[in-house]
């Protein structure tokens, strides 16, 4: 059985209250527990959406590194591709930057590690470069040309 209570109405116009006829059942609103739960389900979804939040701050970060450790591989390459077939720079073996560490624009005190490697075969020197770093685990990328002598 469901209780009713009756709101008052304005006052009529004798002075005296009258009550409406429009009645609200008293088990109308949310109970103690619906709220409880309704938090607890919205904590959780709060807790879900900070750990994704730090995960997308993280690999944002990374992408940041690997775009930067990318610019740096293209600058080399673009260096190596400009320079004579017979350069000491693609002499076949391991080379490494003068400048290491470099920084994202190359120059000297940075976090990457920037070497090449040549080899030769009828003509075709290939080049691998490759950028290193380290953040919470090391890190590389490796990009790779080929230069011909004729």
């Known amino acids: 059985m469901t209780a009713f209570f009756s709101l008052p ?7 005296q209250p009258r009550l409406s006829s429009f009645k609200v059942p008293l088990t109308a609103g949310f109970t103690m527990l619906e709220m409880l ?12 959406s900070g750990a994704l939040l730090a995960t997308t701050i993280q690999t944002n970060a990374e992408n ?4 930067q450790a990318t ?8 260096f190596l591709k400009s320079a004579p077939y017979a350069s000491a720079d ?14 994202e624009n190359g120059s000297a005190g940075g976090r990457y590690t920037r070497t090449w490697s040549v080899t030769e075969s009828n ?6 470069i490759t950028v290193a770093w380290t953040t919470k685990r090391p890190h590389a990328m490796t990009l790779t040309l080929m230069k011909d002598g004729i």
Not at 64 to 67: D, I, Q, R, S
Not at 90 to 103: A, F, K, Q, Y
């Open 90 to 103: 693609l002499s076949v073996g391991t080379h490494t930057d003068p400048n290491n560490p470099v920084t």
């Open 9 to 15: 109405h304005r006052a009529h116009h004798c002075g």
């Open 64 to 67: 940041l590194k690997m775009g």
């Open 37 to 48: 739960i309704a938090m607890m389900v919205f904590a959780f979804v709060l807790l879900g």
């Open 71 to 78: 610019v740096l591989a293209q600058d080399q390459a673009e």
């Open 123 to 128: 003509q075709l020197k290939t080049v691998a």
